[in-house]
């Protein structure tokens, strides 16, 4: 096996340290491309004078280090659209618009809208680039739209929401990263398709899944086993019911549903046995790599070219290369040039979670399996094939604990039984799944596959709903922060330098990991111990909330049961490390340290009162007469939240506008905080 080439790893260092200033730092793109033209020609002036004398220069080394970390910086600035000259944003997006737009992508449809990403074709009759949101209302257009479809509307543009309530996911920063900006909310009044033709790969893809999709409803597949077919074959996920989905996330067997190097490994394993023959022909060694090459990136374009489905299919195009030209490889480089292509080509790839787990999981595999597999080596296959899949699935999932924990605040206690059973039947389940999807195509697919496979489908659903029925193994809520994240694997690289070499460096930087991670959990708890009065955003209802140290008390008036797994709650249970919630009912006066907040609900009752609160809070859409109020109260602050009419929420701030007083609404601002 070839040794590490590090030279590689650290230009990719270097790449990414360049991204990573680049989208922290918003350097000025033109100084960026500047320098680092600069740098590049100093270097080539540099290599022309040294030559030979290039390996004993430290000034080259790091000249080259300076370029690529010019060279991450300028890749992740070209791919920002809305630095082009023709961006919609650089013209009038306040009035009503007119916008001709392309369907680009299809998302994941809510409970109200059909929703896609569409590309700017022409804003307001010009020539203008970027891409857009686009929210389609249920009912209101009979037949969704599909990939390359173009449209016409005369609308206005939307800011795409930012959180609204406390440590909530943030949708727009996610939506950024993918350069989207804005969004348009259409219904059957405002829209009109210009042209259903396809014009792009993405566009003729679509159409074969569409087929494809046709083909096997008419053979006879429900939408059940269909749903999971997308995903599994055709990386499509958008079809997949809330509640399987919740089951594959809570029994740890989410990454099948993902087409990620599992899933491409498996189909090259595939292909490989398929055009072995052609090793007999005289070039049979140049052309298999070529087909099977062409063959991967093609199912990579069919399955949407996801972060994780490109990384592995650029770490198996290597690997397949490299093995029919007769190069030993080894899999770190391997990883590392992919990553370093993939980054070259598409730096924003580096904040997608799909794209930092997968990597993450194969590291966790390639470095952590040997180590565990070695500890008990089964002599009868029978149990050693079970053990290996032990070993892999618990080294995979001992690489990507820490960053699953920052992002998705839970561990799922039996992910090791439920792969221990999944994963060997994958292979089978790809397999005989694209021998239907190909028998499909050509119009024969017999009855009998059709019902087989629907019920290995329905057998994996329900083995799956079964493990994730045992809630008690699933560790949900758990507060996680980047620094623990970024600790926790600094423990784990350092385990492992210690098992290989049994360095005494590493153990130190182990045991420093350590107390980093301890103290960090008594900051932590230090910084809890403190109240907030919290006002939460909730669309027609009411809910305040009182943090004391890491207790919550929530006075609401929705359903009691549903409290604790209202998305705004956990999410402030998960941010501020809130042990125990408590339910309580509204009130109308609210005394928090030396405050007083009045709260006026839909009876409107405000008169007669013998204190003046600091704070008014708005709810249930009350009839009053705002001016009488807050002259007779002399409140420092109104707020209103979410349950209140728009109409009036709309006078109310005008009203606050006239008296000079500040006016915070909820729907708009966000969560109001008291502390």
Same mark, same amino acid.
């Given at each position: 096996?070839?040794?590490?080439?590090?030279?590689?790893?650290?230009?990719?260092? +270097?790449?990414?340290?360049?991204?990573?200033?680049?989208?922290?730092?918003?350097?000025?793109?033109?100084?960026?491309?500047?320098?680092?033209?600069?740098?590049?020609?100093?270097?080539?002036?540099?290599?022309?004078?040294?030559?030979?004398?290039?390996?004993?220069?430290?000034?080259?080394?790091?000249?080259? $280090?300076? +370029?690529?970390?010019?060279?991450?910086?300028?890749?992740?600035?070209? !791919?920002?659209?809305?630095?082009?000259?023709?961006? $919609?944003?650089?013209?009038?997006?306040?009035?009503?618009?007119?916008?001709?737009?392309?369907?680009?992508?299809?998302?994941?449809?809510?409970?109200?809208?059909?929703?896609?990403?569409?590309?700017?074709?022409?804003?307001?009759?010009?020539?203008?680039?970027?891409?857009?949101?686009?929210?389609?209302?249920?009912?209101?257009?009979?037949?969704?739209?599909?990939?390359?479809?173009?449209?016409?509307?005369?609308?206005?543009?939307?800011?795409? !929401?930012?959180?609204?309530?406390?440590?909530?996911?943030?949708?727009? !920063?996610?939506?950024?990263?993918?350069?989207?900006?804005?969004?348009?909310?259409?219904?059957?009044?405002?829209?009109?398709?210009?042209?259903?033709?396809?014009?792009?790969?993405?566009?003729?893809?679509?159409?074969?899944?569409?087929?494809?999709?046709?083909? %096997?409803?008419?053979?006879?597949?429900?939408?059940?086993?269909?749903?999971?077919?997308?995903?599994?074959?055709?990386?499509?996920?958008?079809?997949?019911?809330?509640?399987?989905?919740?089951?594959?996330?809570?029994?740890?067997?989410?990454?099948?549903?993902?087409?990620?190097?599992?899933?491409?490994?498996?189909? %090259?394993?595939?292909?490989?046995?398929?055009?072995?023959?052609?090793?007999?022909?005289?070039?049979?060694?140049?052309?298999?790599?070529?087909?099977?090459?062409?063959?991967?990136?093609?199912?990579?374009?069919?399955?949407?070219?996801?972060?994780?489905?490109?990384?592995?299919?650029?770490?198996?195009?290597?690997?397949?290369?490299?093995?029919?030209?007769?190069?030993?490889?080894?899999?770190?480089?391997?990883?590392?040039?992919?990553?370093?292509?993939?980054?070259?080509?598409?730096?924003?790839?580096?904040?997608?979670?799909?794209?930092?787990?997968?990597?993450?999981?194969?590291? #966790?595999?390639?470095?952590?399996?040997?180590?565990?597999?070695?500890?008990?080596?089964?002599?009868?296959?029978?149990?050693?094939?079970?053990?290996?899949?032990?070993?892999?699935?618990?080294?995979?999932?001992?690489?990507?604990?820490?960053?699953?924990?920052?992002?998705?605040?839970?561990?799922?206690?039996?992910?090791?039984?439920?792969?221990?059973?999944?994963?060997?039947?994958?292979?089978?389940?790809?397999?005989?799944?694209?021998?239907?999807?190909?028998?499909?195509?050509?119009?024969?697919?017999?009855?009998?596959?059709?019902?087989?496979?629907?019920?290995?489908?329905?057998?994996?659903?329900?083995?799956?709903?079964?493990?994730?029925?045992?809630?008690?193994?699933?560790?949900?809520?758990?507060?996680?922060?980047?620094?623990?994240?970024?600790?926790?694997?600094?423990?784990?690289?350092?385990?492992?330098?210690?098992?290989?070499?049994?360095?005494?460096?590493?153990?130190?930087? +182990?045991?420093?990991?350590?107390?980093?991670?301890?103290?960090?959990?008594?900051?932590?708890?230090?910084?809890?111990?403190?109240?907030?009065?919290?006002?939460?955003?909730?669309?027609?209802?009411?809910?305040?909330?009182?943090?004391?140290?890491?207790?919550?008390?929530?006075?609401?008036?929705?359903?009691?049961?549903?409290?604790?797994?209202?998305?705004?709650?956990?999410?402030?249970?998960? #941010?501020?490390?809130?042990?125990?919630?408590?339910?309580?009912?509204?009130? *109308?006066?609210?005394?928090?340290?030396?405050?007083?907040?009045?709260?006026?609900? *839909?009876?409107?009752?405000?008169?007669?009162?013998?204190?003046?609160?600091?704070?008014?809070?708005?709810?249930?859409?009350?009839?009053?007469?705002?001016?009488?109020?807050?002259? *007779?109260?002399?409140?420092?602050?109104?707020?209103?939240?979410?349950?209140?009419?728009?109409? $009036?929420?709309?006078?109310?701030?005008?009203? +606050?506008?006239?008296?000079?007083?500040?006016?915070?609404?909820?729907?708009?601002?966000?969560?109001?905080?008291?502390?």
């Amino acid at each position: 096996m070839k040794l590490l080439n590090f030279t590689i790893i650290k230009l990719t260092i +270097c790449l990414v340290i360049g991204i990573l200033l680049s989208h922290y730092l918003k350097v000025n793109f033109h100084v960026v491309l500047h320098v680092t033209i600069g740098t590049v020609s100093l270097l080539g002036i540099y290599w022309l004078v040294l030559k030979s004398k290039i390996n004993r220069s430290p000034l080259f080394g790091i000249l080259a $280090y300076c +370029c690529m970390v010019g060279i991450g910086m300028t890749a992740y600035n070209i !791919q920002q659209e809305k630095l082009r000259a023709l961006h $919609y944003t650089h013209q009038n997006t306040i009035n009503a618009n007119t916008i001709v737009v392309q369907i680009k992508e299809r998302l994941k449809p809510n409970a109200y809208n059909d929703k896609y990403i569409a590309t700017v074709k022409s804003f307001n009759d010009q020539k203008a680039v970027g891409d857009l949101l686009i929210n389609v209302r249920h009912d209101s257009i009979s037949k969704a739209f599909n990939i390359d479809d173009i449209l016409f509307t005369s609308t206005t543009l939307h800011p795409i !929401q930012k959180p609204l309530n406390p440590y909530q996911f943030d949708y727009s !920063q996610y939506l950024e990263l993918q350069q989207v900006h804005h969004q348009l909310y259409l219904s059957s009044s405002n829209v009109l398709k210009l042209s259903d033709s396809k014009s792009t790969i993405y566009g003729y893809a679509d159409a074969l899944r569409l087929k494809i999709n046709s083909k %096997l409803i008419d053979a006879g597949f429900k939408d059940e086993a269909l749903s999971i077919m997308n995903a599994l074959l055709l990386g499509q996920r958008q079809t997949i019911n809330k509640a399987t989905y919740s089951n594959y996330v809570n029994s740890g067997t989410i990454h099948i549903l993902a087409v990620s190097g599992l899933h491409v490994g498996i189909i %090259l394993w595939i292909l490989n046995l398929i055009f072995s023959p052609l090793l007999y022909l005289k070039y049979g060694h140049f052309i298999r790599p070529l087909i099977l090459v062409s063959i991967l990136w093609s199912f990579a374009v069919i399955a949407g070219l996801s972060p994780s489905v490109t990384r592995a299919v650029t770490m198996f195009s290597i690997i397949s290369i490299a093995m029919h030209l007769k190069r030993r490889t080894n899999i770190y480089n391997t990883l590392v040039i992919s990553a370093f292509i993939i980054l070259l080509v598409k730096p924003t790839f580096l904040f997608a979670v799909g794209f930092q787990m997968s990597y993450i999981a194969v590291l #966790g595999i390639v470095s952590i399996q040997p180590i565990i597999y070695k500890l008990w080596k089964p002599k009868y296959w029978l149990i050693d094939k079970p053990w290996q899949i032990f070993t892999v699935t618990l080294a995979a999932q001992a690489g990507v604990a820490p960053i699953s924990l920052f992002y998705f605040h839970q561990f799922p206690g039996l992910f090791f039984i439920s792969n221990l059973v999944v994963i060997p039947f994958l292979g089978l389940i790809l397999g005989l799944g694209l021998l239907i999807i190909a028998l499909a195509l050509i119009g024969f697919l017999p009855k009998p596959i059709v019902t087989i496979y629907s019920f290995i489908i329905d057998s994996l659903n329900a083995f799956i709903a079964l493990v994730a029925q045992f809630e008690n193994f699933l560790f949900k809520d758990i507060t996680f922060t980047l620094l623990q994240m970024i600790f926790s694997f600094v423990i784990l690289v350092a385990l492992i330098q210690v098992y290989k070499w049994r360095s005494f460096k590493w153990t130190v930087i +182990c045991l420093i990991a350590i107390m980093g991670l301890q103290g960090i959990y008594f900051y932590k708890k230090y910084k809890t111990q403190h109240t907030a009065f919290i006002i939460f955003n909730k669309s027609r209802y009411t809910m305040i909330g009182l943090k004391e140290n890491q207790k919550l008390t929530v006075s609401h008036n929705i359903d009691t049961s549903e409290i604790t797994s209202e998305y705004a709650i956990t999410n402030y249970k998960i #941010g501020a490390s809130i042990k125990s919630i408590t339910s309580d009912t509204l009130q *109308s006066v609210y005394h928090y340290n030396d405050k007083i907040i009045l709260a006026i609900d *839909s009876l409107a009752v405000y008169k007669g009162i013998s204190f003046q609160p600091h704070y008014i809070l708005l709810r249930n859409s009350p009839r009053l007469n705002l001016n009488r109020v807050i002259d *007779s109260l002399k409140p420092k602050q109104i707020i209103a939240d979410a349950s209140n009419y728009k109409s $009036y929420l709309k006078r109310w701030k005008a009203t +606050c506008e006239h008296k000079k007083i500040p006016f915070h609404q909820t729907n708009e601002k966000g969560a109001y905080i008291i502390k």
